[in-house]
């Protein structure tokens, strides 16, 4: 099924996400329950238009997002577990159907989440950056080089 976000929708998930902008969000999403299973799959594809901060100048960034993701549900597993839980990083552990439902909407919106640039840069960021850096004096220019006198030989 092809789901898209309105523009409501979108303006909302901006605010959640810490966006400029989210102009856009719609994915390509596909169940299918595993055979012998209680186990549902979900694969899909998501697109979006999203404007981020720079995190050095704190300029709009504007990206296209695109990500295909992959995840197993059931309801065989529990919502909380007592004691020590092993995790074995390289299996593919089904997640806690909640309520017998999947909510393919927050499913998108949290994959969303996952594909944004975790530090988004400007085209200007390094120029700035360079600039910043020439302007400093060689103990500004390094943590460890400003604690070089408090050592002791």
């Not at 694969?43 to 504007?62: E, F, K, N």
């Not at 390289?90 to 996952?114: W, Y």
Request: overall charge negative; aromatic content about 4%.
């Amino acid at each position: 099924m092809h789901l898209a976000a309105s523009a409501e929708e979108c303006g909302l998930l901006a605010r959640r996400f810490e966006l400029i902008d989210l102009t856009r969000l719609e994915g390509d999403v596909r169940v299918v329950p595993v055979e012998g299973t209680d186990v549902i799959h979900v694969s899909g594809h998501l697109s979006a238009d999203v404007v981020q901060s720079c995190v050095v100048t704190l300029d709009p960034v504007p990206a296209t997002v695109e990500a295909d993701f992959d995840r197993l549900f059931s309801d065989d597993v529990p919502d909380e577990v007592e004691g020590e839980v092993e995790i074995d990083p390289e299996a593919d552990a089904p997640e806690p159907l909640v309520g017998g439902m999947l909510d393919l909407g927050e499913m998108l919106a949290e994959e969303l989440s996952l594909a944004l640039e975790p530090y988004p840069r400007s085209p200007e960021a390094d120029r700035l950056l360079a600039e910043q850096q020439d302007d400093l004096s060689d103990s500004q220019r390094s943590a460890f080089a400003a604690l070089g006198p408090l050592r002791r030989h």
